[in-house]
Structure formats: structure tokens, C-alpha cells
């Protein structure tokens, strides 16, 4: 990992506060190593680093810095050519003039550069999804950009909540477009390339990958040379990002999007560690072993247990929210349980982020069935999005939310999307790069993170299909099935593969959502019977930690809180370990509130 924070029209003052914040987030991240601590000032351009050990990073080279310049990157990338090291920021400073169309990857780029004191520029460039996020400040001509919201706050004294970041946390699991829960912070989107030169007082901003190029001719499916075309591209990028980073790890579930990783590693030849989270007996944990055992693989299964929560809850909920800023939700506190102080090699790991662009996630069958128009899909926007939660969020909240969905419509609508477009379109742009991308920030400073599915070759594989061909995830299909067809025999936990016809795809979609629904009465109704072996253990924990949770949330959170969450109703939901699931607010909603609550409280 390479934390860093770069600056235009950084004076001397701020540069010094800057290094030692800098310094102090070792704190926060003790896998990075303080000897690596460095800060280059001049004239208008600043940059600072610290980083992890070069001896447990390598081949990995995150700085260069010669007489006129400096040149960084965070994240996992690719020469998409093979002609270069992209890996390593000496010969990314080479071949800056052929950046950013050439790299494939999740990564930030930075470069200064100052020939002399009336000749300067600073630049950054974000990959093509905004996988690895990147957050700015700016007070009148002076900018800083960081991959950390926390080192900003703290440089900056940038503390206050953000009304529509914290709203869009709280109703969605999320800080959408471009906010952060600090009203001074915000994330610069995907296929950015910024620039700042001499006198400028913003960045000249130029997209290289964005919106409109999601714009593209739609067609029933895909010919036998596309999915050969695409795959190949998939499996190259894989294979040479596997011969730059090691150790490896991959997971396997009963899912499609892990299947899809899993068909394109083999194919690649990745030698991975892959396993699998959950009991012996679930399903994800029984097909990762099928799968494991018939192809070969080095195959693990993990689990967490309600006490590990509560032994290990002070330390691993503090370090979540300061690593994240609060962006992810203490439901994933599990993630990070086990993350080590300090660490021998930095790994890597291949995960499926992102296969739910191909997959019409946010999209209903029963659209494709008639005529449905522009306002019916604001109306169902609205409805399928944005709600009070049982009571636990209060109206001014969700109205903010509600106009946000408005406007995406209406944005979307202007830019030339039709209406059965924009489900996929709001999960790409919201779910996937804020949510998705703040959940891979999780353990960052133990590994890097490659997501195949957010490269663009299958992005825009995806949205040249039309809306309910996404929704028979007919990329996935015909992917896995060219790739390995051995694999794609092998069945799912969900069941078959969805159909192609939407009538047959609604029937079979209203049909589960009703197993389903019975599915959760029924845990519900044994776990509060208190069966230890069902009960969730994000139910246990809570149960247990409820007085001193409820204290914390209630007397020390920012009073903000309360002007969006019914005070009186979360009082009653956390009156007692017995109350804690009998008001109909979802547990994960509970997090979102606790997270909410703890990270306004940290300062």
C-alpha cells in the first residue's frame, strides 16, 4: 500500500502539518513502514508518502523521483501492451505521455513536476471505474488529493458531516456520487485525468473513460468471436497480473461472479490460494469444496464466530471506521478481525466485484413485459431505493434521497440513456464504484485488489446487451461456458441459470422472492427462540454489546445523526438485547445507524 497526499499551492505551513499527520497514520495502518516516510515541496507542488517496506511490496516500485520530477501510484495495474513495467513508477515516468488509455487496473497515478519555479504542473489520473478512490480538498487555489478521507480531515481540519454523504450512507449503505461523510471531502470519479499548471487555480479535467462511453449500439447477444475476443483479453490481463503480484488469493462461493474468476484463473494458469467463507454445511462452503476438489485446487474454508466479534469488537470496529472513514458499514467488521499488525509480503487477491453490471441487479423482469416509460422508472427508482427503513430514518432523510434519485433520472434521461437502462446504469455508478470500491479499502494495507469485472472490455460487453438479456446474465453464460465448460456444469446455490424470457424470468423471480420472504420469517422466527447454532452472530454481538453500543450512539455521536434517525425509535430498538430485532429494522440498517453514530463520535 502507498498512502499518500499530494497538494497544489501547498505553503510552508501546511506542508509541515501534513508530513506529520502523515506520519501519525501509522497509527491507523501499522502495516506500513515508517522508514518509508518521505515528502518532496516545491514551489506550488507537494507530495508525501508512506508506504509499505519495499522488501514486502516488491517487484512493486510506488515512487520515483528524479531532478524535475515525482511520479506515484497506488493500486494493482497492467500495461494492457506488456511493454512495460506498470507496476513500477520509474517506468510509469517513462511512458507517462502514453497514460492513462494503456493501463488496465484498479490504481491512482500522481506525477509532479517542476522545471523550475515558473514551469510547474501536478497531475492525477484515476483508473477507468474509480475502483481505487481518490478524495480532494480544495480552499480557494490551494488542492489536496489523498487516498485517505482520515488524512485529509486531519490536515485540513475538514470535520463537519456532509447532510447528503451521510443520508445516502444511512438510506442506501452508501456515500454516493461524489461524497464522503465529511462535507469538505469528496471522491473524483472514475476516468479522471487532472491537471494543474502554473498559474491555474483548478485542475484542467479531461474523461477518458466515462458515461458516455456506456452509450453504445445494443444487439440480442453475443457472437462466438465477441465472447472469444473478450475472454481472451480477460485471461491475458489475469495472467499478467498474476506474474507480477504473489501471494494469491481468490474466493469461491456458489455464486456466478466468483465462478467467473474462478473459470478465468484456471484458464490463465494462476497458481491461487482460494477458499471459501461461511459453516461446513452452507452452501457457498459445499460447492467451494466440489469445486476445489474436482479442478485441483488449494482450497481453504473460513468462518467467524459471535464471541470472536465480541472479543475482538473494540479494536477491529475502531480500525475499520478509521481506515475507511466511515464509508463501510460495521456489518463487515468480520473482514478485518484477523488483519495483522504487520505483515512479510503484500498479497494480492482476485475478486468478482463488479460481475453484477452484467447481471441486471437493480432491474425487474416485469419491466421488459410492456411500456415502460421514463416515469415508471422514476417511480420505480423511489420505490425500490429509497424508504424510511420500518420508521428508524426520518422524512427530511429520505426527501434528500429522493431528490438525488430525481436528479440521477433526469441526468441520465438528458445524456441519452433510455428508461429500462437506468437500474443498471444507477447500480454501476453507485453501488459499484462507492459501495463496492469503499468495501475493497477494507484491507488494503495487507493486499491489492483486482477486480476482472471492471475492466472496460466487459463493461461495455455488458451494455452492448440490451437491459433484459443482463437480467438472463447472458455474459456470465456465455463466458464461463466458453472459458470452462467443465465449470460452468458444476451448479449454483441459487438454483439454474435464470431465463432468457422475461415472462419466464418474472414467474421464476416472484416465485423466489416469496421463498425467500418465508425463508427470512422462518430464521427469524427460530432465532429469537435463541438457538445458539442459527442465531446471526451480528445479532449476538449486538444482544451482548447493547448497553455500552446504545451509550456510545446515543452520548456520543454528532447531533447531526439525530435530525435524520428517529431518536426515539432507535432508544426502543436498543432498550435491551430482547428489543434489538423486534421493531422490523433490518440488522444490517442497525450497522449502518451504529457506524453512522461511532465515526461522528471519533472527533
Not at 494493482?76 to 488509455?101: C, G, I, M, Y
Not at 471505474?129 to 485529509?152: A, F, K, T
Not at 509480503?345 to 421514463?374: C, D, Q, V, W
Amino acid at each position: 500500500m502507498n498512502l499518500f497526499v499530494v497538494g497544489w499551492n501547498v505553503d510552508q505551513e501546511l506542508a509541515g502539518i501534513a508530513i506529520k499527520q502523515l506520519a501519525a497514520m501509522i497509527d491507523i495502518f501499522p502495516q506500513l513502514d515508517p522508514d518509508t516516510l518521505w515528502q518532496s515541496h516545491t514551489g506550488k507542488t507537494y507530495a508525501a508518502s508512506l508506504r509499505t517496506a519495499d522488501a514486502a511490496a516488491s517487484p512493486r516500485r510506488y515512487v520515483w523521483q528524479d531532478d524535475n520530477s515525482v511520479t506515484l501510484y497506488e493500486g494493482a495495474l497492467v500495461d494492457r501492451t506488456n511493454a512495460f513495467a506498470a507496476h513500477d513508477a520509474k517506468e510509469l515516468s517513462e511512458n507517462w505521455q502514453q497514460l492513462p488509455e494503456q493501463l488496465e487496473g484498479q490504481f491512482v497515478l500522481a506525477r509532479t513536476t517542476s522545471a523550475n519555479l515558473q514551469s510547474q504542473s501536478l497531475e492525477i489520473v484515476t483508473d477507468p471505474m474509480g475502483v481505487d478512490q481518490v478524495y480532494c480538498h480544495r480552499q480557494d487555489d490551494r488542492w489536496l488529493i489523498s487516498n485517505s478521507v482520515e488524512l485529509i480531515s486531519n490536515i485540513t481540519g475538514a470535520k463537519s458531516l456532509d447532510p447528503l454523504g451521510l443520508n445516502l450512507f444511512l438510506t442506501l449503505g452508501w456515500a454516493g456520487s461524489n461524497r464522503t461523510l465529511r462535507k469538505e471531502i469528496h471522491a473524483i470519479p472514475g476516468g479522471q485525468h487532472w491537471i494543474w499548471t502554473d498559474h491555474d487555480r483548478r485542475p484542467t479535467q479531461r474523461t477518458y473513460f466515462g458515461r458516455a462511453d456506456l452509450l453504445l449500439p445494443q444487439k440480442r447477444g453475443l457472437s462466438r468471436c465477441e465472447v472469444d475476443s473478450l475472454a481472451s483479453e480477460m485471461v491475458q490481463t489475469c495472467r499478467l497480473m498474476a506474474q507480477n503480484y504473489a501471494p494469491i488469493k481468490c474466493a469461491i462461493t456458489g455464486g456466478r461472479d466468483s465462478r467467473l474468476i474462478t473459470a478465468l484463473l484456471i484458464d490463465a494458469k494462476v497458481e491461487a490460494e482460494y477458499y471459501t467463507s461461511g459453516t461446513q454445511t452452507s452452501q457457498d462452503v459445499v460447492i467451494g469444496r466440489e469445486i476445489a476438489r474436482r479442478f485441483g485446487l488449494n482450497h481453504r474454508v473460513q468462518n467467524r464466530t459471535a464471541q470472536e466479534l465480541v472479543d475482538r469488537w473494540d479494536e477491529s470496529s475502531r480500525r475499520l471506521i478509521q481506515q475507511v472513514a466511515g464509508l463501510v458499514s460495521l456489518w463487515q467488521v468480520a473482514d478485518v478481525m484477523h488483519q495483522p499488525a504487520t505483515i512479510d509480503r503484500l498479497g494480492f487477491h482476485f475478486t468478482g466485484h463488479g460481475g453484477e453490471i452484467a447481471k441486471g441487479s437493480y432491474s425487474r423482469p416485469e419491466m421488459f413485459l410492456g411500456n415502460f416509460g421514463r416515469d415508471d422508472m422514476l417511480v420505480y427508482l423511489r420505490k425500490f431505493l429509497v424508504g424510511n427503513h420500518h420508521g428508524i430514518l426520518l422524512g427530511r432523510a429520505v426527501d434528500l434521497v429522493n431528490d438525488y434519485v430525481n436528479n440521477f433520472h433526469r441526468n441520465a434521461i438528458g445524456d441519452g440513456f433510455a428508461p429500462l437502462d437506468i437500474p443498471d446504469l444507477f447500480y454501476i455508478e453507485e453501488r459499484c464504484k462507492r459501495w463496492q470500491t469503499a468495501q475493497g479499502r477494507k484491507n488494503r494495507s495487507i493486499g491489492d485488489r483486482f477486480s476482472p469485472s471492471f475492466m472496460r472490455c466487459f463493461v461495455q460487453a455488458a451494455y452492448r446487451l440490451p437491459p433484459a438479456a443482463r437480467c438472463g446474465y447472458l455474459l456470465h453464460r456465455r463466458l464461463i461456458q466458453h472459458v470452462n465448460p467443465d465449470l460452468y456444469r458444476v451448479r449454483f446455490a441459487s438454483g439454474s441459470w435464470p431465463s432468457m424470457h422475461p415472462r419466464i424470468n418474472n414467474l421464476r423471480t416472484r416465485s423466489q422472492r416469496i421463498q425467500n420472504h418465508m425463508g427470512k420469517r422462518l430464521r427469524r422466527s427460530v432465532s429469537t427462540n435463541g438457538n445458539p447454532a442459527t442465531v446471526d452472530p451480528r445479532l449476538a454481538f449486538l444482544q451482548q454489546r447493547c448497553k455500552s453500543i446504545r451509550q456510545v450512539c446515543l452520548d456520543g455521536s454528532d447531533a447531526m445523526i439525530w435530525e435524520f434517525v428517529n431518536r426515539p425509535m432507535f432508544e426502543r430498538i436498543t432498550a435491551s438485547p430482547a428489543t434489538i430485532h423486534k421493531q422490523g429494522v433490518r440488522l444490517s440498517k442497525l450497522y449502518d445507524i451504529v457506524t453512522a453514530c461511532l465515526y461522528s463520535g471519533n472527533h
